[in-house]
């Protein structure tokens, strides 16, 4: 099915190239490759070993709840040379692990799922930037590779100072026919709220199976543009609002969605949680590796 959903988009982009975008089809990567030769490789986790390098990567411990569920470090995990983000539903709230904070909201029953990032331990301005991974195959969640600084919430009306870039999120799993295996790139900058600015590369078909197979899913991030690739074919390329000329840090994640910590919305596609195969759960986000080259002319 994903091969004839392919060739047909495939005729229809040839026949008008925005018709696919008219009709929230998702797209195929291009033929254009990225050019490895101009990068040199300057920090990467392969996730060797048995559980995560704190050395690299921590947790934003200081946020419980995110959207439909909860974030909690022990859904993150290390195995067999790769890191697995899990997604499940628990009866019982997980435990607190940092004290109690007046400001921390409370663990309750619901899906639990799990962020790590670089976050005071690396970032980086330019480059281009990998991971190899599966999606995890659950309805009502999506997983994603991004990258932050502070000043994306610095509302002035460009994102030179900051953009959220996320180099993919997985909101298509088995939604509709035409959002099947789809993956979506985009940024955000001048904050969350009524300013909020954005573009997006739109939905991209993964060939095969992503939620058994691994696939590499990249940005080129230069001071004109940034360039989304899927196992290193070109999707699409972003400049609006301007390119942030600021260093970000990384972050993997799995998110539910919903509000408050209750899981009960189809947000940007991605369907109902509880219309997921049992044998799904849990649902795992599996990570080989991530990679982050920079220009060896500014080195």
Known sequence: MNRILSLIIALLTLLSPTLPQKLTLGKLPGDKTVDMSQFELVWNDEFDGDKLDTTKWGYTWWETMRKGGYWHEDMVSVRDGS?????????????????????????????YTGVITTNGKYEQCYGYFEVRCKLPAARGMWSAFWMMNGQVEHVDGFGDDGTEVDIFESMYYKDHWWGDDCVIGGIHYDGYGADEKGDSIGKVFVKGDPYHEFNTYGLEWSPEEYIFYLNGHECGRISTGGVSDNPEYLLLSCEVAGKDGVADADRHGTGKIGLTPKANWPAEFVVDYVRCYQYKDLL
């Open 83 to 111: 890191l697995v983000i899990s997604t499940q539903y628990f009866d019982e709230p997980l435990e607190y692990r940092y004290g109690s904070y007046d400001w921390v909201k409370d663990y309750k029953p619901g899906y």
